[in-house]
């Protein structure tokens, strides 16, 4: 049995790990495209887009182990049946039931790293990457600007035609400035200059021939001016100063501390108004800041579990018989695995958005696609194991032809 369960996890981890370095590589593509675009178009530094690469791997990870553990024990065991040594198993008197010990090893240990990354690598990856745009926005002030669209820096929004992206250099500009609740302002210029002072640690808007318009105490003011200087400090470009650092970006015992503080906060008053961060915000806000807060925490605990459901559901479809093999092959186990796993994260989707919005418990929306999958990779792991069914597509292909035939005989009756 030793021998057996060594062989098995040798088996599952080649092909598990194949297929954690294949998607993790095809994400990481796809988002190289934008990173290698900051480097050509806009000058970022090599290193710091290096820092940016490193930071999202761990949002890959998250899913990336998952959809391996799936297709990576699949793909052994089709092997396996494929070259008959799944036949040879039985006929030595070593049951399918033998599999589910190493496979329990394996699950386990997927499911330790699956909760690092997601309780530790997860949280800091987000803050990492948060901390290295925030950089490149200090060194290269207009990096992180798009020409066109309406760019939000804090608390203040931008908006420029064209911008030079190697001189700073903006036109037609659009700055609404909403820092100062009572002071509404915005600015409108033919022409405008980002410049950043690295000693001051500021970062200067300096526009020209524009015109400002201003609410103060609900007067409305309007300026024009030749040049005008708008001040920003780098600070308040990240949101921990007013609005406090997004939830996924905080350690798991931070996340615990503060859902427990907005706890706190909504049962010790019946107020409208809370001050959260030096800012005043509603109840409705508040209560929002906390049931993402609590949906942030139980993804970090709900979502690696897939990585345990997902090995014991690839066993079972990787478990073929030599007519499926040979009428199939591997790849049908493969899209089928695919398709198993797309609609676990379709509907787990689907539970954080309903937690969020708040139409459903927070933990039912994301405890209940994992006790819906177990129960189903409990149903095909039985169904193999006692071999009721030779392999699961054949098992499921004979339960639909079950399914139409009563149907058929019970609309032949009602004839």
């Known amino acids: ?15 598990f790990s194949i297929s954690l370095l294949t998607f993790t590589g095809l994400l990481l593509t796809l988002r190289m495209l934008k990173l290698t675009s900051l480097i050509v178009n806009r000058g970022v530094a090599l290193g710091q887009i290096a820092t940016v690469f490193v930071a999202i791997i761990p949002t890959f990870l998250e899913i990336a182990l998952p959809m391996s553990a799936l297709l990576g024990v699949m793909l052994a065991f089709a092997r396996m049946c494929g070259d008959s040594e799944v036949v040879v198993f039985k006929a030595s008197g070593v049951g399918l039931a033998s599999f589910i010990r190493p496979l329990g090893i394996f699950a386990l240990g997927i499911g330790i790293i699956s909760l690092y990354v997601s309780c530790v690598l997860r949280p800091w990856g987000f803050d990492a ?3 290295a745009l925030f950089d490149i926005a200090k060194s290269k002030s207009t990096s992180g600007l798009s020409e ?25 500009v659009i700055v609404d400035d909403k820092r100062d609740s009572s002071q509404r302002k915005v600015v409108i210029a033919k022409r405008g200059t980002i410049l950043a002072d690295p000693v001051a640690q500021t970062i200067s808007l300096l526009l020209a021939e524009g015109v400002a318009h201003e609410s103060v105490e609900g007067k409305y003011t309007r300026t024009a001016f030749v040049s005008n200087s708008l001040s920003v400090n780098p600070a308040e470009l990240r949101d ?10 905080l350690t798991t015992s931070r996340l615990r501390d ?14 409208e108004k809370f001050e959260v961060y030096g800012q005043s915000i509603s109840r409705a806000e508040l209560q929002k800041k906390f049931r993402r807060a609590k949906v942030e925490h139980g993804q970090r605990f709900s979502l690696p579990c897939a990585s345990i459901i997902m090995t014991f559901i690839g066993f079972a479809i990787g478990i073929m018989s030599p007519r499926t093999q040979r009428s199939w092959g591997a790849g049908f186990a493969a899209t089928l695995g695919l398709v198993v796993f797309m609609l676990y994260y379709g509907i787990f989707s ?66």
Not at 1 to 9: F, P, Q
Not at 375 to 403: D, K, M, N, P, Y
Request: proline share 1%; charged share 20%; hydrophobic share 45%.
């Open 350 to 415: 689907m539970g954080l958005a309903l937690a969020d919005s708040g139409k459903m418990h927070v933990g039912l929306a994301l405890w209940l696609p994992n006790l819906v999958a177990s129960l189903i990779a409990l149903l095909l792991v039985h169904r193999i194991v006692t071999e009721r069914w030779a392999s699961v597509s054949e098992g499921v292909f004979s339960a639909t032809q079950s399914i139409l035939s009563r149907f058929k005989r019970i609309r032949t009756q009602q004839q």
């Open 240 to 249: 921990d100063t007013k609005k406090g650092i997004t939830a996924r970006e």
């Open 1 to 15: 049995m030793r021998l057996l369960s060594r062989y098995v996890l040798k088996e599952v981890l080649i092909f």
């Open 148 to 172: 066109g669209v309406f760019n939000k820096l804090g608390e203040i929004t931008l908006y420029a035609e064209k911008i030079d992206y190697a001189t700073g250099e903006l036109s037609h």
């Open 129 to 131: 990457l948060s901390n």
């Open 258 to 271: 503060l859902i427990n503080e907005y706890k706190t906060t909504l049962r010790s008053s019946d107020a």
